[in-house]
T-cell receptor, first 112, second 114 residues
């Protein structure tokens, strides 16, 4: 079945370091891909999305490119801040199945 | 108020209690969702409503009973829950279930079952 796999955390890094969170998916067809972020005590917020191969989603300094050949959607940020500390979820959506499938989430802790 | 709101934000209940969670969306969306987020487990889709009609029940136990009186409101009625039902319950909405529209989430209700 369809699934999303992302690296387990926690990921701990210093302010201004580079962040990469790997995400791969398995699906038949061509899903839309999302990154959501969950700050402490809050619900999920859409961070960025891409709906077709080679699309790049970007927001708040984060980027992810839809790579069909490697079935990946890795999240990157060149210089993180303490305020980026959160749990990040990769997800895929297929209209045919009417389902948004999430990865397990990756906790990121940025230290000053 | 904008976006998706949920009340209460925190709820503690005994196994014999009956309580309800409320979700309201102010985005003009037609589809609403209930998710369960437990520690160390992926988000689990529970129910999907599209134009007030339930279109998905993801094998949820009958002690959880959803209600969608209109496209802006969604309830989750709880009765005779178990301690393992303790979790964060998230509501979401989107433009139309079955499309590629993005789902927008509320802040969640943190439920503790004693």
């Amino acid at each position: 079945g369809d699934s999303v796999t992302q690296m387990e955390g926690p990921v701990t890094l210093s302010e201004e370091a580079c962040l990469t969170i790997n995400c791969t998916y398995t699906a038949t067809g061509y899903p839309s891909l999302f990154w959501y972020v969950q700050y402490p005590g809050e619900g999920l917020q859409l961070l960025l999305k891409a709906t077709k191969a080679d699309d790049k989603g970007s927001n708040k300094g984060f980027e992810a490119t839809y790579r069909k050949e490697t079935t990946s959607f890795h999240l990157e940020k060149g210089s993180v801040q303490v305020s980026d500390s959160a749990v990040y979820f990769c997800a895929q959506y297929k209209a045919a199945g009417n389902k948004l499938t999430f990865g397990g989430g990756t906790r990121v802790l940025v230290k000053p | 108020e904008t976006g998706v709101t949920q009340t209460p934000r925190h709820l503690v209940m005994g196994m014999t209690n009956k309580k309800s969670l409320k979700c309201e969306q102010h985005l003009g969306h037609n589809a609403m969702y209930w998710y369960k987020q437990s520690a160390k487990k992926p988000l689990e889709l529970m129910f999907v409503y599209n134009f007030k009609e339930q279109t998905e029940n993801n094998s949820v136990p009958s002690r959880f009973s959803p209600e969608c009186p209109n496209s802006s409101h969604l309830f989750l009625h709880l009765h005779t829950l178990q301690p393992e039902d303790s979790a964060l319950y998230l509501c979401a909405s989107s433009g139309l279930a079955g499309s590629t529209d993005t789902q927008y989430f509320g802040p969640g209700t943190r439920l503790t079952v004693l």
